[in-house]
């Protein structure tokens, strides 16, 4: 299956009121401010704050006034979809200004103003967890089970179930099928999995409902690489029973083309510009050793000047009994603090060879 997604993206919010400590008056103009981005607002004349269009994570907020104590806390948590509600008091001082008072924010353990069954997992959560994909997470939350290399959310079918990708929908109408949920963990930013009581805008589920937010580029350059075989180093190759080999890479950063090369040619754009790279292989035969015989060729043999018709490019993508590859860009352009527009390409392909293909 391929998407082509243009959106803008799965963002966040927070709001709330600041309040002086002493006389419980709302504080005016007091500033608001992300650490370490450029998120950031003011508070209206009834100490009222609200910031939207915030990328999912944990941040450190910076509170402060003249005349007043500025405050640190950190550890706000910032979901899709979801409007976080923080208020802050101040102190006055006398001090000079810039003397900060720490404070450290800690999540309840159930969020009583939620009305859905929602599990959300982060970024960080999953790179702690041994998991190569978006379907090894599920299946080890509360209500899910895989079964067949299918989903099924509270014993319902995976048609049942609606699956979203950076808030749009990758399930085939037709056949229930969501084959964009081949997705690298690496690559994901947060995972959502909402079991019961959803609200109506997802109309079209009935067991559950998996959201995805995907990684967006940085002001920095990171990425990784992983190759993962069971084969590696053994004497033996007969003894191998699956023979599988998984390869994953992750790149995001600054965009170089749109922000440095094109203004060396007087071509120039307003905002900045991020991208976000990911793909994997996954290449493996199955559990009887019959596969082996039938699936010999377990090397790529590439050229560049063999036939380059379709036919043969996929013979080189189909090495093993099963075959699945999954490639994911996304290029970020953040006009202002306020809007910013995303165009993502998603595409997976699964070339499954049965014992009847020779």
């Keep these: 299956m391929f998407v082509i997604n243009f959106s803008q993206g799965e963002t966040g919010r927070i709001s709330g009121t600041i309040t002086e400590v002493d006389t419980e008056n709302k504080l005016p103009g007091v500033n608001v401010i992300f650490k370490g981005t450029y998120y950031g607002s003011a508070s209206n004349e009834n100490g009222e704050y609200s910031i939207e269009n915030i990328r999912p994570g944990n941040y450190d907020v910076k ?31 006398v001090l000079s200004f810039g003397e900060e008072v720490l404070v450290i924010g800690d999540s309840p353990l159930f969020d009583v103003d939620e009305t859905a069954s929602v599990s959300r997992i982060s970024s960080d959560e999953i790179e702690n967890r041994l998991a190569s994909g978006v379907e090894d997470i599920l299946a080890k939350q509360i209500g899910v089970s895989k079964q067949d290399n299918e989903i099924h959310i509270r014993g319902g079918r995976i048609d049942e179930s609606l699956f979203i990708v950076d808030g749009m929908s990758v399930k085939d109408p037709l056949s229930g099928y969501s084959g964009n949920l081949y997705i690298n963990a690496e690559a994901i930013e947060e995972l959502e999995i909402i079991t019961g009581g959803y609200n109506a805008e997802y109309g ?30 053994v004497l033996n190759q007969e003894s191998v029973l699956s023979y ?86 996304k290029l970020l352009w953040e006009l ?8 993502s390409y998603d595409g997976s392909l699964n070339i499954n060879q049965g014992y009847f293909m020779p």
């Design 204 to 233: 079209q589920a009935m067991s559950g409902i998996v959201n995805v937010s995907l990684k967006s580029g940085s002001d920095k350059y990171e990425g990784a690489v992983k190759y993962i075989s069971d084969h590696w180093g």
């Design 63 to 93: 509170v402060s006034m003249i005349g007043y104590k500025v405050l640190l806390q950190t550890g706000i948590q910032v979901d899709v979809g979801k409007t976080t509600y923080i208020d802050f008091f101040l102190e006055k001082t």
């Design 244 to 329: 599988s080999d998984r390869f994953e890479f992750n790149l995001g950063g600054p965009d170089i083309i749109l922000g440095k090369i094109l203004p060396l040619f007087g071509i120039y754009s307003f905002g900045k510009f991020s991208f976000y790279l990911s793909g994997f292989g996954n290449v493996f035969d199955g559990n009887l050793p019959v596969s082996k015989e039938l699936f010999p060729h377990h090397n790529w043999e590439f050229s560049l000047i063999d036939d380059s018709t379709e036919k043969n490019f996929l013979k080189k993508l189909a090495v093993r009994e099963n075959n699945d590859w999954h490639f994911m860009y």
């Design 336 to 343: 202002n603090p306020q809007k910013k527009l995303i165009v």
